[in-house]
């Protein structure tokens, strides 16, 4: 698979807390150059950034991040607001507490909200792998086969750790057709973006790639952080 191939594979994303519209406008432009599937950025910058790219690039957001812990009403209006400023796709996590906690009729419910306030867009469940038992973790593929979700995400890239090519394998083994898999957090290296695609996963979330790719115009090495 060339970089062309993982590029357009990729949501290429920045989440952090003090991000600045100057760095979403560069994100922006970078999914833009690079044909990434979408940039994944904070609910505050959707709309600015679907007026700064148009038709052009699909834009992300995040609901419910990174906790899960808000209400499914609370989930829903963002997820709503989310996609009538213009996202097309909505990464939402879960409500961790109830997986441990065994509702997992309240959370098919409160995934299948979000979904219908999506209206047609893309959603994409967060079930934060490394907080998660394995027989939680298949669980949590049957929920979400369940739930009308498009995707399982593994990690919000703010916990514990991020993707596992195990989770990924696993939630390949346990989701049903209708459902495909993302896997975030900590993918920084060619090799690895190659191996999550090989085990089954159809997005990456990840911002290491397009930095790769620029290096790679330059004839540089990205810096040596045991990555490729």
């Known amino acids: 698979m060339n970089l062309t191939e993982i590029l357009a594979k990729c949501d290429h994303t920045l989440l952090s807390p003090t991000a600045t519209w100057a760095e979403i406008q560069a994100v922006c ?34 609901i419910g991040f990174p906790n899960g812990y808000d209400t499914t009403a609370a989930k829903c209006f963002m997820a709503q607001d989310a996609v009538e400023g213009g996202a097309e796709e909505v990464d939402m996590v879960i409500n961790l507490g109830w997986v441990k906690d065994g509702k997992f009729d309240e959370i098919r419910q409160e995934i299948s909200a979000v979904k219908a306030a999506c209206q047609g867009k893309l959603l994409k469940v967060i079930i934060e792998t490394c907080l998660l038992t394995e027989e939680e973790k298949i669980r949590m593929c049957q929920v979400v086969t369940e739930s ?34 993302k896997a975030a957090g900590g993918i920084s290296s060619l090799d690895d973006a190659e191996k999550f695609i ?22 540089e090495n990205a810096p040596h952080d045991g990555s490729y």
């Open 148 to 181: 009308g979700a498009d995707y399982i995400k593994t990690s919000t890239g703010f916990s514990t750790a991020g993707a596992t090519f195990q989770d990924v394998a696993l939630f390949a083994q346990h989701i049903g057709p209708n459902v495909k898999i």
């Open 29 to 62: 432009e970078d999914g833009l150059r690079y044909h990434t599937a979408s940039v994944c950025i904070p609910a505050s910058y959707v709309r600015q950034a679907r007026e700064y790219v148009g038709d052009r690039l699909a834009i992300c957001t995040v």
């Open 198 to 219: 090989a085990l089954g996963a159809s997005r990456l979330g990840t911002s290491r790639i397009v930095k790769l790719a620029k290096a790679a115009e330059k004839g």
